[in-house]
């Protein structure tokens, strides 16, 4: 799988993918909420695009081991 950039595709409302977060050099579960809204429960951790945290990448999250 290869990261996506948020400026060529958002992924889908509601579904868990993995997000980098460049302000905080940080990869973590989130989902899409609105246009630019991440939130991650299991990091506890909320942010918009363009204010405290620089999400510029997701890819979805890989298959659940066998």
């Known amino acids: 799988?290869?990261?996506?950039?948020?400026?060529?595709?958002?992924?889908?409302p509601n579904d868990y993918v993995l997000l980098y977060d460049s302000s905080l050099n940080l990869v973590y579960e989130g989902k899409?909420?609105?246009?630019?809204?991440?939130?991650?429960?299991?990091?506890?951790?909320?942010?918009d695009i363009g204010d405290d945290?620089?999400?510029?990448?997701?890819?979805p999250l890989p298959e659940p081991p066998q």
Do not use: N, Q
């Open 1 to 12: 799988m290869e990261w996506i950039s948020v400026k060529d595709r958002l992924p889908e």
């Open 32 to 47: 899409l909420l609105a246009s630019d809204f991440y939130y991650s429960e299991r990091a506890g951790y909320s942010a």
């Open 53 to 59: 945290c620089e999400v510029t990448h997701w890819m």
